[in-house]
């Protein structure tokens, strides 16, 4: 369906006028018509005589046609090009976007982000939001066009300036133009959704439109199942660029000046810098020049025609409203940290292949449960992959299928929406269901909100599940993981199993108190919207006792889980008890070993990086009684958020107390319920440097380790 029609005559030569700089008298004087005449098309009061468009059409530098159809500007326009933020009067610098530090340049965490916004803009709630990540590689004379078509002359005296810094946003540039120009190579990556609002609104009023390209921290998020509301999320499609450039296309759900289709604009984020003597403060924008505004360093979006938005690489497949995103010299710092051997067809560390495994593993893994549908209810989103050389496809196009990432939950949820749950799994492929309450708390600690109730879901697990057996994976609303953790105080002989918990809409429309469960939730999440816990909004909101309310429904759903995989006992018959206790075998009595006390474990952990780069860990180990034997080795790993942990070697093991280092082993002091060692990684080992990743430390022991 195609919502622009043209805009009516009188707006559109009063736009065409603006444009141009051309006064309503300035264009009389050149048609040979009295200004009267003039206002009175631009108010509607009148429309011109066809000898009389033929004329306005030479005066605008344009065609009848598109005077007649009225679809997009004339000629006339002032030229689309660069339009830089000039430095502060007050001599104030920044050196980088705030908001996109806290993300790293991940698009495991890129998509997550991206998408949920998608999800969250969805129009026709009856339909899924349709969201496709497109990877493409330029190189060559492909490479040069793209360059020439954002004025890539205009741009490279502010990169230079930039890259020069000795900051972190200075660094970032310097490589990515260093990529670019030694090994001729650029690479774009396109997030384009569908059935989403688009970006909406005026250039410089509230709406959608300004909390994208022109503010910070302004979210726009309309309905409370929402993911987020710090409005953080937008600034990863920044933080994902090297060159810190994102071009935008946006078919708008609601008309803005009569238009819809082909809304363009650029913006780019860099540290302040001074070019040819004059202080520029930041960002820069890639669109026309406001003739409304007083200065000619404002750009606005202007409506692009077919041929310009190709040359851009931002043509959309169809006329549904949407938007599509380019992020220009894309990379994934967090694929450096991982291995290849798993993906053979990868060529490097950092190569289009493994971004494109990358993302579609990141959007099976946080958005299976939104991609999954039942009974009268599709799914809420589709997601696909794709990789383009030159224009050329080297990975064809995959839909993100969930119940090739994560079987068993999907299994779990479909039968949830289908209402085919049982109360106790008999037969393999069942999935059990219970409910557990959430009590929200009333606002600003007043009273409570009312109990809601979540639901649990337990179901075997697949070998072929992407993560790890007996976890529950948590949500709500907008169905987007939220975290995956394990359930403690299980049996053992346990059946390998995943549960998932629904709270909030994602509970169904008949739950009680899903809003206020909702807004509850959503509060409990952190920019990274990886958990549930305490937050200054909840305590702001609530109260700050209020996140207690969370760690209750956790042990609700743990204790539900543990009830619904619980192995039956098996009934003794009374008689045969009695009969039991009158037996006696013979034989010396024999006394039952002691069993075999469990391994220490890591108490506190005091960690910091020195001035080599090296982390420099202190850990008290605890000690359970009998654990003395144990022989346990401290391994050190970085923390990623996907694929196996890197393996760091110590340059040095110290034992501090209770304890000696032997083959890099800890030896206890018998007798001894707590021990302390120190030890520092290896830099040489490190994949990335320390400020960029995290540090887990393990200590690896079993029955073989004992002495």
Known sequence: MTLDTGMDFGPWLARQLKQSGMSQADLAQRIGLTRAAVSAWITGRATPREETINKIAEALGTDLGTIHTRTADTLAGLPVSWYHRPGHADGGREFGNAAAFAFEADVGVLAREATQNSLDERLDLSQPVRVRYTLHELSGEALARFRDEIRWDDLLPHYEAASQQDQKVGRMIAAGLRDMYERDRLVLLRIDDYNASGLTGDDYETGRFAAVVRRQLDSQKSVSGAGGSYGLGKATLWATSRLGLVLMNSTLSEPHEGRTERRLIGRLDLPWRKVEGKPWAGPAWFGRPDPDAGSGDVARSWWADEESTERLHLTRESAEPGTSFLIVGAHDVASLVEGTDSDADVEDDDSVHRMHHRLKEALGRNFWAAMTGGGKQRPLLEASVRTLRNGVEVIPEARVDPRETQPSRTRALQAFLDGTTVERMTESGQVAMATVPLVVPGRAGRGNGGEHRAVVLVTEADDRDHGKPNRVTTMRGNRMTVKAGWVPGLPVGTNPFQAVLLVG???????????????????????????????????????????????????????????????????????SERLRKRLAVGGRKTSRPTPVAGPPTLEELDARIDDSGAWCVTAEMKIPVGGDSWRPAPVAKLDVRSGPRPVLAWSELVAVHNCEIVDGTIRFVPGSRTATFRGTTDVSTHPVRAQFSGLVVELRADKGAQA
Not at 528 to 540: K, N
């Open 505 to 575: 809409r994602a509970a169904g429309d008949d739950a009680p108190f899903a809003d206020e469960a909702e807004a509850f939730l959503r509060a409990a999440e952190p920019p990274e919207h990886d958990r549930w816990g305490q937050t200054e909004e909840l305590r702001m909101l609530y109260s700050p006792s209020a996140y207690r309310r969370i760690g209750a429904l956790t042990g609700q759903a743990n204790k539900a889980v543990r009830d619904l995989v619980a192995l039956p006992k098996k009934s003794r018959k009374a008689g």
